[in-house]
């Protein structure tokens, strides 16, 4: 009969509607590199988009609901054709709430604007996740480190003073040199990504350079934890890796990556 399969397609719709709910709270249905959150921070963005969508499906069945009852009354009823347009309803708004809004994803100029610390992080992190897909493996693997050791710096960071030169300084370092540097080695050409010059490829000293990112966030969080604010000096540890250090063996990271030229 016709009600019945409409009341299977209804149950259907239902179902699927909750799977869609359970596969975005675990992560997604394709957790392909650089949709699957790599920390705290960005994933509690994506919960948050999830809520958002959540809510939007139950305001848009309700509002559909209400207004099938509203017409039953007024048209005595709303007949085969009311019922197929409710259900078409009913299915559109749960696949285009189920898929939008999209989280959305920081600009540059969004991540060395924000003053909170738990923001910045979490902000770092969506667009870390972003950029990992356009990375050499070695270079994504550290960027899931990288989003473990950002939420820990993130715990510490809520309880310092956020005028404090410490906190400024380790914003700079996660709001700006750490994108910069993957911004530097995007800029490159990606035929020339691979090529050797002076000893050392773009590939290899992207991963150098987030590697040292990585070990001053480590060095930085535990300095915050121990309360040691006066002993980070972050910006003249930085202005080595930079510039380069006569004591630093290897080349310069890619803070300062500049594409091979041809006469190279």
Known sequence: MVTDDLTSRSDRVISDA???????????RHRIAGKASIGKGSSELRRGNLKQRIKLIG??????????????????GIGFVGVMITFFAIVAAVVIFGNFP??????????TRTADAKQLVARTELWLEHQRPALPAPAAALVDTLGVQLDALGLQLANVDPAHPAALETRKLVGEYLPETIDNYRRIPDHLRREERGGSTPDMQLVDSLGKISREIDHVTRQLAEGSLDELAIRSRYLDYKYGDASLEGPNPALVIAPPTKDA
Do not use: H, W, Y
């Open 18 to 28: 909750r799977a869609l709910v359970r596969d975005n709270r675990e992560g997604g």
């Open 59 to 76: 305001l848009s069945l309700a509002a559909i609901l209400v207004a099938t009852s509203i017409a039953g009354v007024v048209l005595n």
């Open 102 to 111: 999209k989280v959305k994803v920081p600009q540059r100029a969004d991540l």
